[in-house]
């Protein structure tokens, strides 16, 4: 809990909060942090780890996890939001909102916007053979404009709907071959 009470800054909203001894709940999470003294709400620094070995650390407000923090997966796959001025925020909710990075434990990353849990807006993915993806995504899915580069060399710039590539664009294969339409 020290590690966390260094790494994350004492919320200033003006709430009172206390840390208190471990609580687990029915489903045998456990939460350790700062609870708000006046709603008995999880509220301010804290961490909280489920049976499979899922972990969250960061802010907690209104009992949810918000603000800003890292969500380790039982799988090893991690998402860390990244607080940058002027944006939202990485945590709304409960759910991955703002900016972050997801990194899956086989190397593929993804870094960008979020929206309730989904890529939603601008973003980057890459892949493990150096494929790449650059552009929008829409409710968890690519759509949009979007470039995406094959670990063979050839490319696509052009417009993506639902993951797929739909609509006007520019198909450059590693032939040296160039398709436009």
């Keep these: 809990m020290k590690e966390l ?16 001894k471990p609580v687990e709940y029915e ?3 456990v939460f350790y942090g700062e609870w708000n003294i006046s709603t008995n709400q999880r509220h301010g620094r804290g961490i909280q780890s489920w049976i499979d070995g899922s972990r969250y650390e960061g802010y907690w407000k209104n ?11 039982a799988d090893g796959d991690i998402y860390e ?9 990485d945590w709304s909710n409960d759910k991955a ?6 990194t899956h434990t086989d190397g593929a990353k993804y870094e960008g916007n979020w929206k309730e849990d989904k890529q939603d807006g601008y973003g ?3 892949w493990p053979d150096a494929a790449c993806y650059r552009g929008d995504y829409k409710q968890g899915k690519k759509c949009g404009q979007g470039m995406f580069k094959w670990a063979d060399g050839s490319e696509f ?14 198909f450059n294969f590693n032939t040296r071959c160039i398709y436009l339409g």
Excluded: C, P, W
């Design 5 to 20: 009470f260094l790494k994350f800054k004492k919320l200033d909203d003006g709430v009172t909060v206390q840390v208190r």
């Design 97 to 102: 909102h703002g900016l972050g990075t997801y």
């Design 157 to 170: 710039e052009g417009q993506f709907y639902e993951n797929n590539i739909q609509g006007k664009g520019i």
């Design 124 to 126: 980057k993915e890459t």
């Design 81 to 89: 939001g990244i607080i940058k001025r002027f944006s939202i925020g």
């Design 63 to 73: 009992d949810k996890a918000n603000i800003k923090g890292k969500l380790i997966h």
């Design 27 to 29: 489903n045998k999470a």
